[in-house]
């Protein structure tokens, strides 16, 4: 079994920042791929960011170049980084891992409310 425990969302202005971070831990391979989604009320859960062991990132394209995804060098720890923030990013954030055998796990959600 896998948990994950994010922090970091809130309430900021448009063109401000926030830093989300994620913790997994339970039996994790070193191979995982773990990545942040995002979901707004009738809308399908869309991914925001992963990012491979080895450090391979994968951005959606309306945060490219506003977001940043990172790994912890030790432990199974995930943190995005939101700069510029927009008044469409507003949305629950999850984290998500998927394991070597593409069994896959979900945060609880943090919300992230940008103001215009």
């Known amino acids: 079994q896998v948990q994950l425990v994010e922090s970091g969302g809130g309430l900021v202005q448009a063109g401000g920042s926030l830093r989300l971070s994620c913790a997994a831990s339970?039996?994790?391979?070193?191979?995982?791929?773990m990545g942040w989604y995002r979901q707004t009320p009738g809308k399908q859960r869309e991914l925001v960011a992963d990012i491979t062991s080895v450090r391979v990132t994968n951005y959606a394209d309306s945060v490219k170049g506003r977001f940043t995804i990172s790994r912890a060098n030790v432990g199974y720890i995930v943190y995005l980084q939101m700069n510029n923030l927009k008044p469409e990013d507003t949305a629950v954030y999850y984290c998500?891992?998927?394991?070597?055998?593409?069994?896959?796990?979900w945060g609880q959600g943090t919300q992230v409310t940008v103001s215009s």
């Open positions: 339970g039996s994790i391979s070193s191979l995982a791929t």
């Open positions: 998500h891992l998927r394991n070597w055998d593409s069994s896959a796990y």
